[in-house]
């Protein structure tokens, strides 16, 4: 796959209602793959996503699936959807999982602490499974001089744990005031990081 397309930039209807034609505009605008996520498919059919994929000549890139790691109840489900997702993605052919977590303001180190802790343990399912963690990340992991993308790197297993950055902080701006997609997202936290990813 040379390109692929995250298909939130289409409506929750479009996804349920005609997903074939979803599928069928991103192959005509050009595109190899999807990233989509998890709770935009049926996990229990992935033979049926398969053929429609095949059907349109896209893969799936990575299944999308977020939540607040902060939250202990929250941490327990997502642990255990992760084992369907990457089954699934295993299934489908998906290289990758993708995860992003929520804001909380006042995010403690025990918070990060649990976050890093989750984060490992999926990281081990999606391997378990044939896939790989893909840690996304949003503005508030950046804000703070990186604070919780810092902690997140020094306390994940890179085993484990990849980071998949699409915002990082502008040349022009301040750290954790203006963000802004860059084409080459991990150029502003390499400089910081002694992270070889």
């Given at each position: 796959?040379?390109?692929?397309?995250?298909t939130?930039?289409?409506?929750?209807?479009?996804?349920?209602?005609?997903?074939?034609?979803?599928?069928?505009?991103?192959?005509?605008?050009?595109?190899?793959?999807?990233?989509?996520?998890?709770?935009?498919?049926?996990?229990?059919?992935?033979?049926a996503?398969?053929?429609?994929?095949?059907?349109?000549?896209?893969?799936?890139?990575?299944?999308?699936?977020?939540?607040?790691?902060?939250?202990?109840?929250?941490?327990?489900?997502?642990?255990?959807?992760?084992?369907v997702?990457?089954?699934?993605?295993?299934?489908i052919?998906?290289?990758?999982?993708?995860?992003?977590?929520?804001?909380?303001?006042?995010?403690?180190?025990?918070?990060?602490?649990r976050?890093?802790?989750?984060?490992?343990?999926?990281?081990?399912?999606?391997?378990?499974n044939?896939?790989?963690?893909?840690?996304?990340?949003?503005?508030?992991?950046?804000?703070?001089?990186?604070?919780?993308?810092?902690?997140?790197?020094?306390?994940?297993?890179?085993?484990?744990?990849?980071?998949?950055?699409?915002?990082?902080?502008?040349?022009?701006s301040?750290?954790?005031?203006?963000?802004e997609?860059?084409?080459?997202?991990?150029?502003?936290?390499l400089?910081?990081s002694?992270r070889?990813?």
């Amino acid at each position: 796959m040379k390109i692929g397309i995250q298909t939130n930039i289409w409506s929750q209807e479009r996804h349920e209602k005609d997903l074939d034609g979803l599928l069928r505009d991103a192959r005509a605008a050009g595109f190899d793959g999807i990233e989509i996520g998890a709770h935009r498919v049926d996990l229990t059919q992935p033979d049926a996503l398969r053929a429609r994929l095949a059907q349109h000549g896209l893969q799936v890139s990575a299944l999308h699936i977020h939540g607040d790691l902060a939250d202990a109840d929250q941490a327990i489900a997502l642990a255990a959807r992760a084992q369907v997702v990457s089954a699934f993605a295993r299934h489908i052919g998906a290289p990758y999982v993708a995860l992003s977590g929520k804001p909380r303001e006042h995010k403690s180190d025990d918070d990060l602490a649990r976050e890093a802790q989750l984060l490992n343990h999926i990281g081990y399912v999606c391997s378990a499974n044939g896939a790989r963690l893909l840690y996304h990340n949003h503005y508030w992991e950046i804000e703070n001089d990186y604070r919780e993308l810092r902690y997140l790197v020094e306390h994940t297993d890179a085993a484990r744990v990849s980071l998949l950055l699409p915002y990082a902080p502008s040349d022009r701006s301040h750290p954790g005031i203006g963000t802004e997609r860059l084409a080459d997202p991990e150029r502003a936290f390499l400089r910081k990081s002694e992270r070889g990813w």
